[in-house]
């Protein structure tokens, strides 16, 4: 069984500071990570995924991720928020490895943080 | 990445009815799902559409409410049936490609009256 921990349903920065989205999971085996974006009446955007290579993951909009083992942790960081970074972020986790694996896609998603960026 | 695509993208229906969601992916897709996500909510497996038999459900929902079919690797239908209030949500497709990442269409927002 998996599952994912958000910390903070809420976390508000101003333009130009860091970004810190917290992130831990529970697994019993390897897991594969990820990190969506989803925009106000739009669907999920896959920001970074860690697939057990580079424990340091960097995706897209200068978004980066850090998977630590030792603290089951996958933090989303972004070094200079900008006010269309403003979106709510979920980290899910799932446990297929391989196209074969029958849980493959079965991801748990945690409850969410919304971002609000001030100007 | 993969394309997935969703329809209808959103509809107004009322109670007691059922609706029909329709996904299509393509081919870097090898194994498709159905997630909801209620309002101001995470998001829920539903099932995993099995291509040519009967879906895999989790825990909470059954076919006779969400009968999934999925008649070929690149398409699949999910049904809300005897719709009621609590069965708005948003009804995402998911896909989980060849390169080991998991995609999502772009939702369906259901509202039932």
């Known amino acids: 069984a998996q599952s994912v921990t958000q910390l903070g349903s809420h976390v508000s920065v101003s333009e130009g500071a860091l970004v810190l989205l917290r992130c831990n999971y529970s697994s019993s085996v390897p897991p594969y990570l990820f990190w969506y974006v989803q925009y106000p009446n739009q669907g999920l955007q896959l920001l970074l995924k860690y697939t057990s290579a580079a424990t340091l993951v960097k995706g897209i909009n200068g978004f980066e991720a850090e998977f630590k083992k030792s603290e089951t942790s996958f933090h989303l960081t972004k070094p200079s928020a900008h006010m269309s970074d403003a979106a709510e972020y979920f980290c899910?986790?799932?446990?297929?490895?391989?196209?074969?694996?029958?849980?493959?896609?079965?991801?748990?998603f945690g409850d969410g943080t919304t971002l609000t960026v001030k100007p | 990445s993969a394309v997935i695509s969703q329809k209808p993208s959103r509809d107004i229906c009322q109670r007691g009815t059922s609706l029909t969601i329709q996904c299509q992916v393509d081919s870097q897709v090898t194994m498709m799902f159905w997630y909801r996500q209620q309002p101001g909510q995470s998001l829920t497996l539903i099932a995993t559409a099995n291509q040519g038999s009967e879906a895999t459900y989790e825990s909470g929902f059954v076919i006779d409410k969400f009968p999934i079919s999925r008649p070929n690797l690149t398409f699949s239908t999910l049904t809300v049936s005897n719709m009621s209030p609590e069965d708005s949500s948003i009804y995402l497709c998911?896909?989980?490609?060849?390169?080991?990442?998991?995609?999502f269409g772009p939702g369906t927002r259901l509202t039932v009256l």
């Open positions: 998911s896909g989980w490609a060849s390169t080991d990442t998991q995609y």
């Open positions: 899910a986790v799932s446990l297929g490895r391989g196209p074969d694996s029958t849980n493959a896609g079965k991801s748990t």
